[in-house]
């Protein structure tokens, strides 16, 4: 493996005491559903009865695609940095969420193909003025691609100095959801039919564009895994009944990354991976960053158990996504807009689980029958 990260599973010992204390809260077993399910998880992330949310943060990556350049996405790619600045001025949807919600936003710019130097509310952590068109050749060298994971993770270490132990990530990429559907396709193994949606509005004429751009593409990454050395694994290899199970080489794995996915994409994926080792919890967004995590997953399974799956968005394929990966979303709101406006939605929920946990009096308490 390329890039090495120490995942742990979270130590289960507390779970029995967790539980009891969540069971003896005054109210009938189980009846605040997903809150308890999350107390249970931030309980276990922060090896606590008594869970806290600290200083949240929402980390945006931006960064440019080659690969719109073959008019995969409705949107033109100054679209990208013209956004960038909207977010340093304050406007975006990202940034009244943030408000909203008390994080602190960091946008970070990994790979626009934009001077945005001037602006000093962007962070200029350029790799370069966005990726290589995939339909010929890898998206980025593998020197790229350690650059960018450890961009994202140096960015969380940054965060937890700052004392902040909850993350929310977001994107801003034009053509971003074609390297996404194939990532899902790929790691999921699911017919790339079944992984590409409309991303910023595609008529149904454009979705079958895309889907033949991207066939191609992937011909010619099937073509390079023999040039690389790096036998493909077929699915009868690989596949588990259950597709969240599914093994594959991390080599493999990560020429995938690599070969398709954003710098901003790959920041992210560093972020997430980074934040899991330090036992931060990772609030994931819709189709974009649930491929990012998918792609986490699969390197470093342990990972998962640092996450919160936040939205279910409106773009295709991404319900099965989620499903692949046994995730269960706190929302689904319709949204597909990104940036990361669905985790920062459900952001209230995961405070209302913290606040149930905290705040709630147990049947001695509160002097209540105990009646189960």
Known sequence: ??????????????????????????????????????????????????????????????????????????????????????????????????????????????????????????????????????????????????????????????????????????????????????????????????????????ASSGVEHKKKILEKALHGFRESLQKEGLAEHSASETQDKDKSKNKYSPEYLEYIIRYFGGFEMVAAIGAMLRAAEKKITVMIDGFIMSACALAAIRLYPNSQDYMIFCHCSNEGGHKKMLEIMQASPLLNLGLRLGEGTGALCAYPIIESAVRMINEMNNFAEAKITKYF
């Open 1 to 202: 493996m390329i890039t090495e990260f120490y995942i742990q599973q979270p130590d289960k010992k507390i779970r029995p005491k967790a539980l009891d204390k969540i069971d003896n809260l005054n109210k009938p077993k189980g009846s605040l559903g997903r809150l308890e399910e999350l107390a249970m998880q931030l309980c276990l992330i922060q090896q606590t009865l008594a869970p806290t949310l600290k200083h949240p943060c929402h980390i945006l990556f931006g960064g440019d695609h080659g690969i719109e350049k073959e008019g995969v996405s409705i949107s033109p790619r100054e679209v990208t940095w013209q956004q960038m600045i909207n977010f340093a001025k304050g406007g975006g949807g990202v940034n009244m969420f943030c408000r909203q919600h008390g994080f602190r936003l960091k946008i970070v710019d990994v790979g626009v193909d934009y001077n945005l130097s001037s602006y000093s509310d962007i962070r200029n952590c350029k790799i370069a003025n966005g990726t290589e068109n995939f339909l010929y050749k890898p998206a980025m060298s593998q020197v790229q691609y350690i650059e960018a994971i450890e961009t994202g993770s140096s960015l969380i270490d940054e965060c937890i100095e700052e004392g902040c132990n909850i993350i929310c990530l977001g994107e801003m990429g034009i053509a971003n959801t074609s390297a996404s559907s194939i990532f899902m396709s790929l790691m999921g193994n699911i017919p790339l039919s079944e992984c590409i949606g409309a991303g910023a509005g595609l």
